[in-house]
């Protein structure tokens, strides 16, 4: 059986997803305008292996950057409590809110991605991140600094979201190996971010002394991204096919009113959230997770100054063992792609068979037994 016959059938025995279709059937193209030919060369995942590569950059970039824009801030503390008289929770504040509008931004803005394409919420979305954060850098008062660090959290958010929709539309996961191997590098950028930003921001503002220097490095950072954004080419197949229907002159469905795309924009990651068993205890278990290494970034701080007499920048030093043991996870992961996933898509290929989504659960399984462990190490 063929990869075209595979995706096909793949198509047509996903039933589950009907009544999410039929839902938001006025965001989308028409049913024979939602697949492609079997050689199209628009398809993203017929696109040749450099240009994958290259979008596969752009996406690990962004989710990147908009990681290292949490823990940046963390080295511009002890400056912002002598300039604005602040406590230590009041300091913390531009942090914590800033990765809460992640999480808000998420929701309010990735959902267009799949209205409109990603290509373009990148290109508005990344150059709001750019602003505020420099706005932030120059703020006089406290109250504009969080208030700057809110926006360009809600900004950031689609670069970390979006970017697990354009890797998908790029690599099968079913039938391409090479998923495996882009899903671990977005993972990977996105906890070496969390680490080297501490790291990054004590060291570079305790040799500078200027605490702008956390929104500086992370401006530049946007700089690059909103540059490459630019060049970005649409993933997003119904974009895509909609844009090719178009361009041949073809009657393209007519979209509803602005309010109504927004207001399914924003229930249609609520809807999937409860009606997909799947989501809502993944989502419980990553926020449990996301929350105990976040707190890594005032804990370290607070235990290694105040307990044990450590300097700022041997605080900083403090997070380079995390950066080390993140990369113990990059042989879990190979071992499971060689002796597990990689069989499963020889199954399909030659039975037809589909491979279960709770297959690529194994590498968590073993993560929910170590990091527990790490914890009281």
């Known amino acids: 059986m063929n990869n075209s016959s595979i995706r096909n059938k793949n198509l047509e025995d996903n039933e589950r997803d009907m009544p999410l279709i039929r839902m938001f059937e006025n965001t989308v193209l028409s049913e024979e305008d939602t697949n492609f030919e079997a050689s199209c060369i628009e398809n993203p995942r017929l696109w040749a292996l450099k240009k994958k590569i290259c979008v596969t950059i752009f996406v690990l970039l962004t989710a990147f950057t908009a990681t290292l824009g949490t823990p940046i801030y963390v080295g511009a503390i002890p400056y912002l409590q002598i300039k604005f008289k602040l406590t230590t929770t009041d300091a913390v504040l531009p942090c914590s809110l800033y990765a809460l509008a992640i999480g808000s931004g998420a929701l309010l803005t990735s959902g267009f991605s799949e209205i409109y394409g990603r290509r373009i919420v990148y290109q508005l979305t990344l150059p709001g991140a750019l602003l505020s954060s420099a706005l932030a850098s120059i703020s006089t008062k406290f109250f504009y600094l969080v208030l700057f660090r809110i926006f360009a959290g809600i900004f950031s958010a689609p670069s970390l979201t979006i970017g697990v929709g354009v890797l998908n539309d790029m690599w099968d996961p079913t039938l391409d190996s090479q998923a495996t191997f882009a899903a671990l590098l977005f993972v990977l950028v996105v906890i070496w971010a969390t680490r080297i930003g501490p790291i990054a921001s004590i060291s570079l503002i305790e040799i500078s002394r200027h605490w702008q220097w956390a929104f500086y490095i992370f401006s530049l950072m946007l700089v690059a991204c909103v540059f490459f954004s630019i060049f970005n080419p649409e993933t997003y197949a119904p974009r895509i096919l909609r844009q090719r229907s178009s361009r041949r002159g073809r009657p393209v469905q007519c ?101 279960s989504p709770e297959d690529r659960l194994y590498p968590a399984m073993v993560s929910s037994f170590t990091m527990p462990i790490s914890l009281f190490w």
């Open 255 to 355: 979209r509803d009113n602005s309010w109504r795309i927004i207001r399914e924009a924003i229930s249609r990651p609520i809807h999937m959230l409860f009606v997909e068993p799947i989501l809502f205890p993944t989502g419980l278990v990553l926020a449990v997770t996301q929350s105990v290494i976040f707190s890594y970034y005032i804990a370290y701080a607070s235990i290694f100054e105040g307990v044990y007499g450590f300097t700022q920048l041997q605080v900083a030093i403090t997070f380079v063992p995390l950066a080390i043991g993140s990369l113990f996870a990059v042989p879990v992961v190979v071992l499971c792609d060689k002796y597990l996933y990689q069989k499963l898509p020889r199954a399909v290929r030659e039975q037809g068979s589909i491979k």
